[in-house]
């Protein structure tokens, strides 16, 4: 499988690339990644999609001769765009899910107001102010899982920081299907 | 008559023609379904045609557990009521401002028409009409006018509720799936298992997709098919919003099934189809689709469902159905299955809600193993028009 250009195990080069992504986030995530049954594919659209594949699945994903026609398998976790890595909702979700079986894992979080929570699902920036809870420290570039008041996932964001401005922006969120008009 | 695999295209009566001009249906239609049902129980069927389904959800186990999901969603404003047949499905129960919309004649009426499940209906408005009278509809026009109106309100409201069902945080999450009953029917009693490899034939949008993937607790395998490329997106996505791990989604036309040597255990064609089922949430189906729709799609059937027999493995089993009240698209498509297939046999369901298949329509006689199919109606069960049938194939 891993001869076709279209879909394949990841090549030692990608995984260095999602476990450096992943590392911003936790540097533990990797190796609750390997405890899992799972397998990481890579299928080419406009970037490199990654997926997560149960080894449940691969057996019969062998049976599929022409690999150009899968479109999605198992779990799409991100993409490869050049060499960073970018979670999606999905994985972010993935994450938290094994992370919660494994308690010690720390996952940087920032919990958000009620009107913040549903300016970030229209897909906008949020000022620190509109945070509930937030790390003392908010560096350039540190990538958050987003929650609202309830306690529910609602997104991921990576602070911005210009001159005295910090603003966390909106990497992805839930609403984001709908603006597509899905 | 022996058993033909053509389109029954009748002569038009005066009176099918009228009560087609009533109500807005092309005149064939009205024809075939007098021949169908008998003239009461067309009108019976046209006028539960023209009230909307019941709202229903499905609550995705995959993602959360009902009695919190079903608090949460009460927390804003909603109530359900759980099915009794589906677990996990709950129909919306609806608030005093939409009841309100509704024309009083039809629901403050003390006369029900009890059906299975408990769904009731009033069988005034059934009463009112009169098709014997050429006068009735210069007679009632002011009053069906209004009607339509209040009822348009309605619809624009339930649509707005609709609408917000279709944008909360535990939709976007997931936590449910927006579902026309009828359409859980076929992934229920195809029962997959957990270590089954299932293949969905015409997969998207992904309703009967993930529900599959629920109830095998994601294991085991799905292969969704899916030949539009447009229709994929939507697809993928409630695949991913809903949770869903064991699917691979497949851009192959599913008439080429066969010739993909998968093999597996369970296949469910969700067929495409006239959707003349579906009239009652969609009005412009009435006059959408000719005679010439059914015969095309009767033909696209049987080349899906010969493919999925040619691929199932000795001893598997198919769910074929369809949203099409249509015979053609349904026990016609069996029949010519059965007997081109001498080692396919219908499987009877654990289902005494839903009717009978046909064994004798438009003059034909069908195979008495369709008795096992089963049909759900507008009238008497208050869903879409709908047929599914299980087929397995003998070791």
Same mark, same amino acid.
């Given at each position: ?10 090549? =030692? ?32 659209? =406009? ?13 019969k994903?062998?049976l ?16 490869? =765009? ?20 494994? =308690? ?19 897909? !906008? ?22 929650? !609202? ?34 | ?13 005066? *009176? /099918?023609?009228?009560?087609? *001009? ?59 009521? @759980? ?44 009463? +009112? ?19 339509? @109106? ?40 195809l029962?997959p +298992?957990?270590?089954d490899f299932v293949i969905d034939m015409? /997969? ?8 599959l /993937? @629920?109830?095998?607790?994601? @294991?085991g395998n799905i292969f969704?098919l ?31 099934t066969h010739?993909k040597s998968f093999s597996p255990d369970k296949i469910l064609l ?30 696209? +059937? ?5 493919s999925a027999i040619k691929s199932i493995k000795p001893g598997g089993v198919i ?12 026990? &016609?498509?069996? +029949? ?40 759900? &109606? ?15 194939k003998?070791?």
């Amino acid at each position: 499988m891993s001869s076709n250009p279209e879909f394949h195990l990841a090549t =030692k080069n990608q995984l260095q690339h999602i476990k450096d992504g992943l590392n911003k986030i936790s540097p533990q995530i990797w190796s609750c990644l390997g405890d899992e049954s799972i397998n990481i594919y890579v299928r080419y659209n =406009k970037f490199a999609e990654i997926y997560l594949v149960p080894t449940q699945m691969e057996r019969k994903l062998r049976l599929i001769r022409d690999l150009k026609c899968i479109k999605h398998t198992g779990l799409y976790f991100g993409f490869l =765009k050049g060499i960073e890595f970018l979670l999606s909702l999905e994985g972010a979700e993935f994450i938290l899910n094994t992370c919660k079986k494994k =308690k010690n894992i720390p996952i940087a979080v920032i919990t958000v107001s009620e009107d913040a929570s549903k300016s970030f699902l229209y897909g !906008n920036s949020l000022k620190p102010e509109q945070f509930i809870h937030s790390p003392n420290s908010l560096n350039r570039k540190d990538v958050f899982f987003v929650f !609202n008041p309830h306690n529910r996932f609602i997104g991921i964001g990576y602070i911005y920081k210009r001159q005295d401005q910090t603003e966390l922006r909106n990497l992805v969120d839930y609403g984001y299907y709908i603006r597509r008009g899905f | 008559m022996e058993f033909q695999f053509k389109v029954f295209d009748p002569s038009i009566s005066n *009176t /099918a023609d009228k009560i087609a *001009t009533h109500f807005g249906y092309r005149p064939y239609m009205v024809e075939r379904y007098i021949s169908m049902f008998g003239i009461d129980e067309t009108r019976e069927y046209l006028l539960a045609n023209e009230e909307l389904s019941p709202f229903t959800i499905r609550v995705n186990t995959l993602k959360t557990e009902p009695n919190s999901l079903i608090a949460s969603l009460k927390s804003k404003g909603y109530t359900f009521s @759980q099915n009794n047949i589906i677990p996990n499905a709950y129909s919306i129960d609806l608030n005093e401002e939409m009841m309100s919309l509704i024309p009083d004649e039809s629901h403050n009426s003390n006369e029900h028409v009890s059906s299975p499940q408990g769904y009731e209906r009033d069988t005034k408005t059934l009463k +009112q009409l009169d098709w014997g009278r050429p006068s009735y509809l210069d007679d009632d026009y002011e009053g069906n006018l209004e009607k339509k @109106q209040r009822k348009k309100s309605f619809n624009h409201l339930r649509g707005k509720h609709t609408a917000t069902l279709g944008s909360t945080h535990e939709y976007l999450m997931g936590e449910y799936y927006i579902q026309d009953l009828a359409s859980m029917f076929p992934a229920f009693y195809l029962n997959p +298992q957990k270590t089954d490899f299932v293949i969905d034939m015409c /997969a998207a949008p992904g309703g009967k997709t993930t529900y599959l /993937a @629920q109830l095998m607790s994601n @294991q085991g395998n799905i292969f969704a098919l899916e030949k539009d490329k447009k229709r994929i997106k939507p697809l993928i996505y409630n695949i991913r919003r809903c949770g869903v791990l064991n699917t691979t989604v497949l851009n192959i036309d599913a008439t080429s099934t066969h010739k993909k040597s998968f093999s597996p255990d369970k296949i469910l064609l969700d067929a495409p189809c006239t959707g003349e089922g579906l009239i009652r949430d969609d009005p412009t189906r009435k006059t959408s689709k000719s005679i010439t729709d059914i015969t095309g799609m009767m033909r696209k +059937q049987f080349s899906l469902l010969q493919s999925a027999i040619k691929s199932i493995k000795p001893g598997g089993v198919i769910m074929y159905s369809t949203c099409s009240i249509a015979p053609e698209e349904n026990e &016609f498509v069996i +029949q010519k299955a059965l007997n081109s297939f001498t080692d396919m046999e219908i499987l009877s369901l654990n289902d005494e809600w839903g009717l009978p298949g046909y064994i004798n329509v438009f003059n034909l006689d069908l195979s008495e193993e369709l008795l096992k199919a089963r049909r759900l &109606f507008p009238h008497i069960h208050n869903t879409i028009g709908f047929f599914y049938c299980l087929l397995r194939k003998r070791k």
